[in-house]
């Protein structure tokens, strides 16, 4: 075999086991999804972002793995949502911290669309491998991919992370990922930190995502070395206006014939800055009233009728509604007054459930008059 013959066939080897390597490392780790075969994938677009990378942002607690530049973006080939997350340390002396504004970047030309519905998640990691489980501590669910090739910015309301240990910021796109070709995961690769994390499941992630999820790891584990595109700002202290619950219980005062009905209507809002969950109304007197909500968003209100049937007693009830914040418990209560009279009083509200009650009276009445008038003419017709 001539040199130059074999030259050339070492090259032909050489350039097809670099294509292979390329193709495995493009291919990445595949997985089951819901019976199918799924594999996670960088965007063919091959480019680089076309925006100029984002500045550094100024915070008292910065949590920034990424270097401002998106070079690529991962998705699933088969379509399917994932969970991908940043692992932050912040310095022992901030903690703790109100983690106020989440930021996520999406690229233009990987599939994805402004207003496309993005949940934002928060979970402290003690031990600073999420591997082994990470603890929820607050969710902002149902915002939209604002823009692309630039930072999307979530404010949190206040997010109390009390530590110690790692915070992790998760991003689960609702939207993007259902269809093959969409790649919503923006990826900053020119020098991995090692701390970007991805989280495939047998379906859509739950609200919120069980970590690990069945297929787990950093993002370098399946072949795609890189940080992803998504940071934290917060500040040292307390958060202010963070978790809060109200209720309400109406009507205030009402009066209930013995052995009629108490009607309430109660009405719980979250009041506060972050997403309540495990939000429960207890009321000790009247049963009937005890509600389990659940989740409770920003701002969002649950109201709901109930009844205490056969009431005997007057008294003072007490609603209680609780949940979390995160990891911070909150509660609220209100009192409602209720008043019972006997079948024979006689008031305005009562009137309806009393008159059946005096009907001897009346009939009473109504025989006496006619006996007068029968007198009456008798002595008439004698004069």
């Not at 100029?52 to 793995?65: D, F, S, T």
């Not at 669309?113 to 603890?135: I, R, W």
Request: aromatic letters at 6%.
């Amino acid at each position: 075999m001539t040199k130059p013959r074999a030259l050339i066939i070492l090259i032909v080897c050489l350039l097809s086991v670099s294509l292979f390597v390329g193709l495995l490392a493009r291919a990445g780790t595949a997985v089951a999804q819901d019976g199918q075969p799924v594999v996670l994938e960088l965007s063919a677009s091959g480019r680089d972002s076309d925006a100029p990378p984002a500045a550094m942002p100024e915070a008292p607690v910065n949590l920034v793995v990424d270097d401002g530049s998106a070079e690529n973006a991962i998705g699933l080939t088969a379509g399917g949502q994932f969970i991908w997350l940043n692992r932050f340390t912040p310095a022992p002396a901030d903690y703790p911290f109100c983690l106020n504004e989440i930021q996520v970047l999406f690229r233009s030309g990987d599939g994805i669309n402004v207003s496309e519905v993005v949940d934002l998640y928060v979970y402290g990691d003690a031990d600073g491998n999420p591997a082994n489980g990470a603890t929820h501590i607050a969710s902002v669910t149902g915002v939209t991919v604002q823009a692309l090739d630039v930072f999307s910015v979530y404010p949190t309301g206040g997010i109390a992370v009390s530590g110690p240990g790692d915070t992790l910021v998760a991003v689960v796109n609702r939207t993007a990922g259902t269809d093959p070709g969409e790649f919503p995961a923006a990826i900053d690769q020119t020098a991995t930190q090692m701390r970007s994390w991805v989280g495939l499941y047998g379906g859509p992630p739950a609200d919120p995502p069980t970590l690990p999820a069945p297929t787990f790891g950093t993002i370098d584990s399946f072949g795609f070395p890189g940080n992803w595109m998504v940071r934290g700002l917060g500040e040292t202290g307390a958060c202010l206006g963070g978790a809060a619950i109200a209720v309400s219980k109406s009507p205030d005062t009402q009066t209930v014939v013995s052995g009629g009905n108490a009607n309430f209507t109660i009405t719980v809002t979250n009041t506060g800055g972050i997403t309540l969950t495990n939000v429960t109304v207890t009321d000790t007197l009247v049963p009937a009233c005890n509600s389990a909500i659940g989740t409770l968003g920003v701002g969002a209100t649950n109201t709901y009728n109930c009844t205490d049937v056969g009431v005997t007693n007057s008294y003072t009830n007490t609603a209680v509604a609780g949940g979390l914040g995160g990891q911070t418990p909150v509660s609220a209560s209100d009192d409602a007054l209720v008043t019972v009279v006997p079948p024979t009083s006689v008031s305005l509200s009562d009137f309806g459930a009393t008159r059946v009650a005096l009907w001897p009276l009346w009939l009473g009445g109504l025989v006496v008059a006619v006996l007068g008038a029968g007198v009456l003419l008798r002595r008439r017709r004698t004069v």
